[in-house]
């Protein structure tokens, strides 16, 4: 079973995402985000395999939300594709809308000029609302 590292949230577009102790899912997407109501791609995702090659990459780490990532999820698979449902916590509910973005649709945030969720995030949108925090469980419904 795959389960949530980190949740995370923004004030402000254009700024990293800060790890958070709980976010409560609702329609539109995480309470208190700077993305909520703003595209259908309410809730992002980086996997936490993915943030780890980087990182080995890069040779230094990623702290959560620095790649503007609302989850961190370890032990999903990466081959997700629209429409997918992962259960997140007790009782949230989220369906995959996209994977990565559209080849040339601008990403203007970058954490030390990396940039992950235009090739190997998930967007989701919120189907059932709910709380998470980290190391709740992750399941593909």
């Not at 395999?49 to 780490?61: N, S």
């Not at 702290?63 to 997140?88: M, T």
């Amino acid at each position: 079973m795959a389960r949530v590292l980190a949740v995370c949230t923004s004030a402000k577009r254009q700024e990293p995402k800060r790890e958070v102790p709980a976010i409560r899912f609702v329609r539109g997407g995480i309470e208190g985000d700077s993305h909520m109501g703003v595209t259908d791609r309410e809730v992002s995702l980086l996997r936490a395999e993915d943030i780890r090659k980087a990182e080995r990459e890069a040779g230094f780490d990623f702290p959560p939300g620095a790649l503007a990532e609302n989850l961190v999820v370890e032990g999903l698979p990466e081959d997700l594709g629209p429409g997918a449902r992962i259960s997140v916590g007790p009782s949230a509910v989220l369906e995959v809308v996209e994977k990565g973005k559209k080849p040339g649709e601008p990403h203007t945030y970058s954490y030390r000029g990396w940039c992950l969720l235009p090739a190997v995030g998930f967007f989701l949108r919120v189907v059932e609302g709910g709380a998470a925090t980290g190391g709740d469980p992750a399941t593909v419904l």
